[in-house]
């Protein structure tokens, strides 16, 4: 079992957010939402982005697809403490499988976590030189506890659906909302979706190098202080990482990202600026229905986007 981290050439798959809270799903298609619809969940099926409940979960998929009447082939994603992001440097390797090789090789000195109770994959962030001119590769390498996915691929499978991927949200989110300007860009943006999980990105153009979700809750009291204490922390880490670029903004998504005073409190506790997501991005989201709250349907729209060639 692997995961899916790179595109697939199935064109507009429907993307499917678990996200805790609610469950929310998006068929991206040429830039446009050509089908969405989203189901509150009651809680204690999904804890801190963990499966709880995989049967209470499994009936409640099941209502929601065919109340909405989506296909049984989706894109779910994952975000929660059992997920380890590392990037690590190789020599430039042209050939799938020794570049596999040498990834897991990485892997098991980077990642603190048993490989043999993982799933592991990896994607390919950027190209550099060293500084005697060998070609090098930054590589994205993603380590999720079997179990946890085993489990949330449980209540789907009961629920009659096939999971064609398993995404990261976190790659997700940068895939709807960053612009990679053929890689221009001089600085990093940290990407913070407010749903069910609190969940942080730290993305170079369409490059995500860095992600974890954030013990603070949004709509906690005293929400914006903790908040900005976690993502200080969050980009303190980032860079660390050798080619790390300096931050140059925070990009709020989610349900939480409605609240003003939040976005404010966060800027004047960060000191750099803060803003809004458009909620999904460039995607036109005019088909969405009347009085949808599009928020909530970024990391719909980013898993269906992975599984566009």
């Given at each position: 079992?692997?995961f899916?981290?790179?595109?697939t050439?199935d064109?507009?798959?429907?993307?499917?957010?678990?996200?805790?809270?609610?469950?929310?799903?998006?068929?991206?298609?040429?830039?446009?939402?050509v089908?969405?619809?989203?189901?509150?969940?009651p809680?204690?099926?999904?804890?801190?982005?963990?499966?709880?409940?995989?049967?209470?979960?499994?009936?409640?998929?099941?209502g929601?697809?065919?109340?909405?009447?989506?296909?049984?082939?989706?894109?779910?994603?994952?975000?929660?403490?059992?997920?380890?992001?590392?990037?690590?440097?190789?020599?430039?390797i042209?050939d799938?499988?020794?570049?596999?090789?040498?990834?897991?090789?990485?892997?098991?000195?980077?990642?603190?976590?048993?490989?043999?109770?993982?799933?592991?994959?990896?994607q390919?962030?950027g190209?550099?030189?060293?500084?005697?001119?060998?070609?090098?590769?930054?590589v994205?390498?993603?380590?999720?506890?079997?179990?946890?996915?085993?489990?949330?691929?449980?209540?789907?499978?009961?629920?009659?659906?096939k999971?064609?991927?398993?995404?990261?949200?976190?790659?997700?989110?940068?895939?709807?909302?960053?612009?990679?300007?053929?890689?221009?860009?001089?600085?990093?943006?940290?990407?913070?979706?407010?749903?069910?999980?609190?969940?942080?990105?730290?993305?170079?153009?369409?490059?995500c190098?860095?992600?974890?979700?954030?013990?603070?809750v949004?709509?906690?009291?005293?929400?914006a202080?903790?908040?900005?204490?976690?993502?200080?922390?969050?980009?303190?880490?980032?860079?660390?990482?050798?080619?790390?670029?300096?931050?140059?903004?925070?990009?709020?998504?989610g349900?939480?990202?409605?609240?003003?005073?939040?976005?404010?409190?966060?800027?004047?506790?960060?000191?750099?600026?803060?803003?809004v997501a458009?909620?999904?991005?460039?995607?036109?989201?005019?088909?969405?229905?009347?009085g949808e709250?599009?928020?909530?349907?970024?990391?719909?729209?980013g898993?269906?986007?992975?599984?566009?060639?």
């Amino acid at each position: 079992m692997t995961f899916s981290l790179r595109k697939t050439s199935d064109r507009g798959m429907v993307g499917l957010d678990i996200d805790g809270r609610y469950l929310a799903a998006a068929q991206v298609d040429n830039g446009h939402v050509v089908r969405a619809a989203s189901h509150d969940l009651p809680e204690g099926l999904v804890r801190d982005g963990e499966v709880s409940d995989a049967a209470a979960l499994a009936q409640q998929l099941k209502g929601f697809v065919a109340d909405a009447g989506l296909p049984r082939n989706v894109r779910i994603g994952v975000a929660n403490q059992q997920i380890v992001v590392r990037v690590v440097e190789l020599p430039r390797i042209e050939d799938p499988k020794q570049r596999d090789a040498a990834v897991r090789f990485q892997a098991s000195e980077a990642i603190a976590m048993p490989l043999d109770e993982a799933v592991l994959d990896h994607q390919i962030a950027g190209y550099l030189e060293a500084p005697d001119g060998t070609p090098r590769m930054q590589v994205v390498v993603v380590a999720a506890r079997r179990t946890m996915i085993e489990t949330l691929l449980e209540a789907v499978k009961s629920a009659g659906l096939k999971a064609e991927g398993v995404d990261l949200d976190a790659f997700a989110l940068v895939r709807a909302l960053a612009v990679d300007e053929n890689g221009a860009q001089e600085s990093a943006r940290v990407f913070c979706h407010l749903g069910g999980v609190t969940n942080l990105a730290v993305a170079v153009g369409s490059a995500c190098y860095f992600t974890r979700p954030l013990a603070a809750v949004w709509d906690d009291e005293d929400a914006a202080s903790r908040l900005a204490d976690e993502i200080r922390l969050s980009i303190d880490y980032y860079m660390t990482q050798p080619q790390a670029k300096p931050v140059g903004e925070v990009v709020l998504s989610g349900p939480g990202s409605a609240d003003g005073e939040l976005e404010e409190s966060l800027r004047v506790h960060l000191g750099i600026p803060v803003r809004v997501a458009a909620p999904l991005g460039v995607i036109d989201g005019s088909a969405l229905g009347q009085g949808e709250d599009p928020h909530r349907y970024t990391v719909a729209a980013g898993l269906s986007l992975g599984a566009a060639a």
